[in-house]
C-alpha cells in the first residue's frame, strides 16, 4: 500500500497546495513573512521536491512559525538554535533538503553565535533570515539589526548600537551562497530559495521582511531596494563585501556564490572509520 503511495506521488507534478499544511498562520495582516512563505512554496514547486524530502528547523519568534504551516518535516526549535538543530539534521541524513529558518533576533541575537561556524564549515543547508528589525513575537524590543536612533518599547530614548549588516557578516563567516530578497517581491524571492536550496553547500538569504504591527518598513524598502548591478561579478568576494556595504542602497540578488568548496557532510564523511583507516590509540598516542 505504502508503495503504491509513493509510486502515485511520483508521478504527479507537485503544485503550491502540495506544501500546505492547512494550519492558518497566526501573523497580523500585512506581514512580510506571508511574502517568506508563499515564496517558499513556490520554491518548492519549481524544485519538485517532495514534502517528505524536506525539513523546516526554526527557532523561536513571528517568523519562526513558519514550520506549522508547511506540508513539510518541521522542527520549531529553541530560541537562536537552528542552525545546530538543522546541522544535526543534515549530518544525520544528508539527502534532505534542510531549511533553518527565523527572525533577526534568532539569528542575530540570542543565536548569533552559531551563524560563523555553520558558515565556515560549509553545510548543506539553507538559511532564510526574515528581518525585520524588531522582537515581533515579545512585542516592539529593537533587535540587532534596528537603525541607529530607532525608537521601540526597549529603546525609548532610541537605539545607540549600529545595526549588523547581515549580508556582511554572512560573507565575512564564509558563506558560500549568500543573497537578499524582499517579501513584497515574493516571485524573485523564489528564485532565491531555489537558487539557494541547488547550492552545494551553506546559503545565506537575507529577507526584508516588514512587521506591519510594530516596525512598518513596506514605504522605505520599497524606496531603497535596487538589483543587483548588471555588471556584478557573484564570483568576487572583495565585490560583494563592497555592495553588502552599502547604506544608501539595498541590493536584491545574489551577492556571492562559491562553488569550489565540498559541504560539511560530504567531507566528513570521507573520515568515517568505514572509509578511512584510524587507530584512536595510536593517534593519541602522539598527543601523550
Ligand atoms: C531563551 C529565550 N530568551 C528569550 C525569549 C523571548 N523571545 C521570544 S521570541 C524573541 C525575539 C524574536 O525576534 P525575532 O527573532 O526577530 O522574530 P520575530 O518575532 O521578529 O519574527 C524573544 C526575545 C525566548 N523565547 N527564549
Ligand atoms: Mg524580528
Not at 101 to 129: E, F, K, Q, W, Y
Amino acid at each position: 500500500m505504502a508503495t503504491d503511495v509513493a509510486l502515485e506521488e511520483q508521478d504527479v507534478l507537485l503544485d503550491a497546495k502540495d506544501y500546505k499544511s492547512g494550519v492558518k498562520p497566526v501573523w497580523c495582516p500585512g506581514c512580510g513573512d506571508f511574502g517568506v512563505l508563499s515564496a517558499t512554496y513556490k520554491a518548492l514547486t519549481t524544485l519538485q521536491l517532495k514534502p517528505h524530502e524536506v525539513v523546516v528547523v526554526s527557532g523561536i519568534g513571528c517568523s519562526s512559525r513558519i514550520p506549522y504551516f508547511m506540508r513539510t518535516y518541521g522542527i520549531h526549535g529553541v530560541h537562536g538554535r537552528p542552525l545546530p538543530i538543522a546541522t544535526g539534521v543534515k549530518m544525520a541524513n544528508p539527502a534532505l533538503t534542510v531549511f533553518a529558518m527565523g527572525g533577526d533576533g534568532d539569528l542575530m541575537s540570542i543565536g548569533a553565535g552559531h551563524l560563523p561556524h555553520a558558515a565556515a564549515r560549509n553545510v548543506d543547508i539553507t538559511v532564510i533570515m526574515m528581518d525585520n528589525q524588531t522582537y515581533g513575537l515579545t512585542k516592539a524590543q529593537a533587535s540587532p539589526t534596528s537603525a541607529t536612533g530607532h525608537i521601540s518599547k526597549s529603546t525609548p530614548f532610541g537605539a545607540i548600537a549600529k545595526p549588523f549588516k547581515p549580508v556582511m557578516l554572512a560573507l565575512a563567516y564564509g558563506a558560500t551562497f549568500v543573497a537578499r530578497g524582499y517579501s513584497a517581491h515574493a516571485h524573485d524571492l523564489s528564485e532565491l530559495i531555489v537558487q539557494g536550496v541547488r547550492h552545494h553547500g551553506f546559503s545565506f538569504i537575507h529577507v526584508q521582511s516588514p512587521c506591519t504591527e510594530f516596525h512598518n518598513t513596506y514605504n522605505l524598502y520599497d524606496e531603497l531596494v535596487e538589483e543587483m548591478p548588471p555588471d556584478h561579478d557573484a564570483s568576487d568576494l572583495t565585490a560583494a563585501l563592497h555592495l553588502a556595504l552599502t547604506e544608501e542602497r539595498v541590493h536584491l540578488g545574489v551577492f556571492y556564490r562559491d562553488e569550489s568548496r565540498e559541504p560539511f557532510e560530504q567531507r566528513s564523511r570521507e573520515f568515517a572509520p568505514e572509509v578511512k583507516e584510524f587507530n584512536l590509540e595510536e593517534y593519541l598516542g602522539r598527543f601523550a
